[in-house]
């Protein structure tokens, strides 16, 4: 029973990451669109697609993926949380993927603070 | 014998394109094409990898998902739809089977192939690249006849009054123009693929220096582009077209800012760039409109390929490595520290006409796709949007029709998408693949120059975004550090 609560508590928080990297992307693109043609920002904009892509896979079937909008207005904040999410993973989530996706988020923070790609 | 074979193949693939010219065969030369393409691909798989074709960068690969995507296309019931085949295409088929066999049976003792007079298995390859060039040529300029032919029926036929059935509609006279774009991608391709083979690795030196990341760009393209085609192949998700139509975007966009780099510092014609750039800022706009599009009807559970989400992030990783830096584009001095900026802007061009075979694949799709849908909400407001302009263009069809019911919009149930909604799609896959083949048309002339004239910092020019982006380098304070 443990490990079933543990198995659907990390879902549901894979879920939430899901939402908040998907909501990234959206702000993300919004932004890059406004700047019209050629806007270096794309690059970023990809980037939080391809993580919200990756994460959706670590998604079990079955789990809910809908949920509330996250509220922010910058993607630099919501990656950020996206990232705190993905710590608080249990240990028994932990994957080569995981990992992966934890690195790329990483990353999709620094470049969303420093500028990097957009 | 099998030098023979292909040398009859490409004989024969040249006397079509004069015969073919004036008749109307065309719709059996299309039909023809996945066949010839197939077959093309099992003989190049038969030699030893080619030492002068890079690698990275199979030609055959990215043709042969052409070629399948236009038999799809067929099967599905574009035009030309199903029928008969032409025979020459045929023939020529049969003699690429044959050239395999031929070469599968000298496969054991494969020096003996090179004799004197014989084809080797690199030449071999050269001539089968050639033949496909001829023969996607042939149909090319087969379909412009018969494209014009049916534009003069159309004219004669208006002007004459005659009855509305024996004119050609207008859908025909536009399917047989995309139909041209994607034969002259194809011949684009092939032709691009024979200079290729004789210009990489002619030193066949190990990829350093700015090698490295030139082949990387060019593999992570090559990659992209196959897999674009297979993921597309297989009943995607509107999440898969939404990623190809934004990474499309993001190679029209580098591709602005490889040939701005090029043109300020000489190693490209600036007058291309100046034709060039507007073209690839169009088509990078098309494909994000398009983007958006799609983005409406994907839902909370869509999932990407996962093959084609690690084909976008080796291409973006690679991107990023040649042409971007902390504060957004790196400068043309930086980039062109990264990578050999001609030998990028041709690779990228050539990823550029392959976008248009994938445009239009988008728009088979958007017509054809059985399983798309979305929220009653927005399906109303996208319908009686596209109607209404469909009403507008004289289209009858569509007026007092209700696409959507008032219990299907208060539940906001998601609906099988009706005509006009799809109309939509399909519009914006049209816009996208016109503007991706003014692009294509526009970098035609784009070659490598020894002694190109730099940009002149006082001449009127349009620059691109992206270089006037460079221009200004908008420097944001580190916030957050690189992470461990």
Same mark, same amino acid.
């Given at each position: 029973?443990?490990?079933?609560?543990?198995?659907?508590?990390?879902?549901?928080?894979?879920?939430?990451?899901?939402?908040?990297?998907?909501?990234?992307?959206?702000?993300?693109?919004?932004?890059?669109?406004?700047?019209?043609?050629?806007?270096?920002?794309?690059?970023?904009?990809?980037?939080?697609?391809?993580?919200?892509?990756?994460?959706?896979?670590?998604?079990?079937?079955?789990?809910?993926?809908?949920?509330?909008?996250?509220?922010?207005?910058?993607?630099?904040?919501?990656?950020?949380?996206?990232?705190?999410?993905?710590?608080?993973?249990?240990?028994?989530?932990?994957?080569?993927?995981?990992?992966?996706?934890?690195?790329?988020?990483?990353?999709?923070?620094?470049?969303?603070?420093?500028?990097?790609?957009? | 014998?099998?030098?023979?074979?292909?040398?009859?193949?490409?004989?024969?693939?040249?006397?079509?394109?004069?015969?073919?010219?004036?008749?109307?065969? @065309?719709?059996?030369?299309?039909?023809?094409?996945?066949?010839?393409?197939?077959?093309?691909?099992?003989?190049?798989?038969?030699?030893?990898?080619?030492?002068?074709?890079?690698?990275?960068?199979?030609?055959?690969?990215?043709?042969?998902?052409?070629?399948?995507?236009?038999?799809?296309?067929?099967?599905?019931?574009?035009?030309?739809?199903?029928?008969?085949?032409?025979?020459?295409?045929?023939?020529?088929?049969?003699?690429?089977?044959?050239?395999?066999?031929?070469?599968?049976?000298?496969?054991?003792?494969?020096?003996?192939?090179?004799?004197?007079?014989?084809?080797?298995?690199?030449?071999?390859? @050269?001539?089968?690249?050639?033949?496909?060039?001829?023969?996607?040529?042939?149909?090319?300029?087969?379909?412009?006849?018969?494209?014009?032919?049916?534009?003069?029926?159309?004219?004669?036929?208006?002007?004459?009054?005659?009855?509305?059935?024996?004119?050609? @509609?207008?859908?025909?006279?536009?399917?047989?123009?995309?139909?041209?774009?994607?034969?002259?991608?194809?011949?684009?391709?092939?032709?691009?693929?024979?200079?290729?083979?004789?210009?990489?690795?002619?030193?066949?030196?190990?990829?350093?220096?700015?090698?490295?990341?030139?082949?990387?760009?060019?593999?992570?393209?090559?990659?992209?582009?196959?897999?674009?085609?297979?993921?597309?192949?297989?009943?995607?998700?509107?999440?898969?077209?939404?990623?190809?139509?934004?990474?499309?975007?993001?190679?029209?966009?580098?591709?602005?800012?490889?040939?701005?780099?090029?043109?300020?510092?000489?190693?490209?014609?600036?007058?291309?760039?100046?034709?060039?750039?507007?073209?690839?800022?169009?088509?990078?706009?098309?494909?994000?409109?398009?983007?958006?599009?799609?983005?409406?009807?994907?839902?909370?559970?869509?999932?990407?390929?996962?093959?084609?989400?690690?084909?976008?992030?080796?291409?973006?990783?690679?991107?990023?490595?040649?042409?971007?830096?902390?504060?957004?584009?790196?400068?043309?001095?930086?980039?062109?520290?990264?990578?050999?900026?001609?030998?990028?802007?041709? @690779?990228?061009?050539?990823?550029?006409?392959?976008?248009?075979?994938?445009?239009?694949?988008?728009?088979?799709?958007?017509?054809?796709?059985?399983?798309?849908?979305?929220?009653?909400?927005?399906?109303?407001?996208?319908?009686?949007?596209?109607?209404?302009?469909?009403?507008?263009?004289?289209?009858?069809?569509?007026?007092?029709?209700?696409?959507?019911?008032?219990?299907?919009?208060?539940?906001?149930?998601?609906?099988?998408?009706?005509?006009?909604?799809?109309?939509?799609?399909?519009?914006?896959?049209?816009?996208?693949?016109?503007?991706?083949?003014?692009?294509?048309?526009?970098?035609?002339?784009?070659?490598?120059?020894?002694?190109?004239?730099?940009?002149?910092?006082?001449?009127?020019?349009?620059?691109?975004?992206?270089?006037?982006?460079?221009?200004?380098?908008?420097?944001?304070?580190?916030?957050?550090?690189?992470?461990?």
């Amino acid at each position: 029973l443990n490990k079933h609560a543990t198995d659907v508590d990390a879902a549901e928080t894979l879920a939430g990451v899901v939402r908040l990297l998907r909501q990234a992307a959206v702000l993300a693109w919004a932004a890059a669109d406004r700047a019209g043609a050629g806007p270096a920002a794309q690059l970023s904009a990809l980037g939080v697609d391809l993580a919200a892509d990756q994460a959706r896979h670590l998604v079990p079937d079955g789990t809910e993926i809908d949920g509330p909008v996250p509220v922010g207005d910058q993607p630099a904040g919501l990656l950020r949380s996206a990232e705190l999410l993905l710590r608080r993973l249990p240990p028994i989530t932990a994957s080569d993927a995981l990992d992966y996706l934890r690195a790329t988020v990483a990353d999709l923070v620094w470049e969303a603070n420093t500028g990097a790609g957009g | 014998m099998a030098a023979r074979s292909l040398s009859s193949s490409t004989t024969a693939t040249g006397w079509r394109a004069r015969r073919c010219s004036t008749c109307l065969l @065309t719709g059996r030369m299309v039909r023809g094409w996945p066949q010839l393409m197939q077959s093309a691909a099992e003989l190049w798989a038969v030699p030893p990898p080619d030492p002068t074709v890079s690698a990275s960068g199979d030609p055959i690969a990215t043709l042969a998902a052409m070629g399948r995507a236009v038999g799809r296309g067929l099967a599905a019931g574009h035009w030309p739809g199903r029928g008969p085949r032409d025979e020459a295409w045929e023939q020529i088929a049969s003699n690429f089977v044959q050239a395999r066999r031929l070469l599968e049976e000298h496969a054991a003792g494969s020096e003996a192939v090179s004799t004197d007079g014989q084809a080797s298995p690199t030449t071999a390859n @050269t001539q089968l690249l050639h033949a496909l060039y001829v023969a996607a040529h042939a149909t090319a300029v087969a379909l412009t006849g018969y494209e014009r032919g049916l534009q003069h029926r159309l004219e004669v036929g208006a002007r004459r009054r005659q009855p509305l059935v024996e004119r050609p @509609t207008a859908l025909e006279v536009e399917s047989a123009g995309g139909m041209i774009a994607r034969f002259d991608a194809i011949e684009e391709l092939a032709a691009g693929s024979l200079a290729a083979a004789r210009r990489i690795d002619a030193t066949d030196q190990p990829a350093t220096g700015r090698r490295r990341p030139t082949v990387r760009i060019a593999a992570a393209l090559a990659a992209w582009e196959i897999q674009a085609y297979r993921t597309l192949a297989s009943h995607p998700d509107p999440a898969d077209l939404v990623r190809v139509a934004r990474v499309q975007a993001l190679i029209a966009t580098t591709t602005v800012v490889v040939g701005e780099a090029a043109a300020r510092r000489g190693e490209i014609d600036a007058g291309v760039i100046d034709r060039l750039t507007p073209a690839l800022e169009k088509a990078q706009l098309a494909w994000s409109r398009s983007a958006r599009r799609w983005a409406e009807l994907t839902r909370a559970a869509s999932r990407t390929d996962p093959a084609l989400v690690k084909a976008a992030g080796q291409l973006r990783t690679a991107i990023r490595a040649a042409v971007a830096n902390q504060t957004g584009w790196a400068t043309p001095e930086q980039i062109a520290g990264r990578i050999d900026l001609p030998a990028t802007a041709l @690779t990228l061009h050539r990823s550029l006409v392959a976008g248009v075979e994938l445009a239009h694949v988008t728009r088979e799709i958007a017509a054809d796709h059985p399983g798309l849908a979305a929220p009653a909400r927005l399906i109303a407001m996208r319908a009686q949007g596209e109607a209404e302009v469909a009403i507008e263009q004289g289209e009858t069809r569509f007026e007092g029709v209700r696409w959507v019911t008032p219990r299907q919009i208060a539940a906001n149930e998601v609906i099988p998408l009706p005509e006009p909604a799809r109309r939509g799609l399909v519009n914006a896959a049209t816009d996208v693949a016109a503007a991706t083949n003014q692009a294509v048309a526009a970098a035609a002339h784009l070659r490598p120059t020894e002694h190109a004239p730099a940009v002149q910092a006082d001449r009127a020019r349009h620059i691109g975004r992206a270089a006037r982006q460079r221009e200004i380098p908008v420097r944001h304070p580190n916030r957050g550090g690189r992470p461990r």
